[in-house]
């Protein structure tokens, strides 16, 4: 019935958990899939420790070092499910995860993916975030409404779609592009409002890289979904937000949750 796709590459000190998080569901018709990116720590060890425990575990190697985009593709080439959830190789699922998401997704028959609200851990705080419950484009433009590893899909329209987009400018904006394109193909997205993941989070300033791909991706689909050039005020807003210092970007960060 579902598919749980998650890359990893030298996650030594926290894919056991991670892993066992999924095996450990209250909803058990599953299989899981681990696409395992030419870690050269000890990481494809305990992956294949833990897949000889547990027949669900389907294990994946690349010979080199691919990326998220395509080892994640790698996955979607081999799943069996109706639905795919996405798990990320340093977050906890909460138990209900699959089980929650699973019976909004057969309740919910015009939402096409399904995320929740998640528990963002930080090293020494963390927050829950406030996601809406049904984003429309205009709210996906703002911002990426959704959580990529909490996210739970029906496998036949990600398909439908391409998959992920393997394309070097849509580099660490992967899932927002993704997302932006299934609302461009007229499938939408809700989001669960109880936390159902434990977000694993490191904050740093994020990269001249990452606002150029963002830039990019939102001035294409401003015009891709038919939303108002005056939205092009967010790319703006992005470019300035690369000059606030990093340490009141944290400061701001903590005080708006």
């Not at 899909?153 to 580099?171: A, M, R």
């Not at 993704?178 to 740093?204: C, E, H, M, Q």
């Not at 001035?219 to 992005?238: A, S, W």
């Amino acid at each position: 019935m579902i598919s749980v796709i998650m890359a990893t590459h030298n996650r030594e000190d926290k894919i056991e958990k991670s892993v066992y998080s999924i095996l450990n569901q209250t909803y058990n018709d599953f299989e899981f899939i681990i696409c395992d990116d030419c870690s050269t720590d000890d990481t494809f060890n305990i992956l294949m420790e833990l897949s000889n425990k547990d027949k669900r575990v389907i294990l994946l190697r690349n010979d080199t070092n691919l990326g998220l985009q395509k080892s994640l593709n790698r996955c979607l080439d081999v799943c069996r499910g109706k639905y795919i959830a996405r798990m990320d190789d340093d977050d906890i699922s909460m138990s209900d995860r699959l089980s929650v998401q699973k019976e909004f997704l057969e309740n919910n028959l015009e939402y096409s993916f399904v995320g929740s609200n998640v528990n963002e851990v930080f090293d020494n705080y963390s927050l829950i975030t406030n996601l809406p419950l049904y984003p429309s484009k205009y709210d996906l433009i703002k911002r990426n409404q959704f959580v990529h590893p909490s996210i739970m899909i029906k496998s036949s329209d990600i398909k439908s779609v391409g998959g992920y987009s393997e394309d070097v400018n849509h580099l660490r904006v992967e899932d927002y592009e993704l997302w932006l394109r299934l609302y461009s193909y007229g499938y939408f997205g809700a989001n669960i409002k109880k936390p159902l993941l434990d977000y694993s989070k490191v904050f740093t300033n994020t990269k001249l890289l990452d606002r150029k791909n963002k830039i990019k991706l939102v001035h294409y689909y401003i015009k891709k979904l038919g939303i108002p050039k005056y939205y092009e005020y967010l790319n703006v807003l992005t470019a300035i937000k690369f000059l606030i210092p990093y340490k009141l970007k944290k400061i701001i960060r903590i005080k708006r949750k």
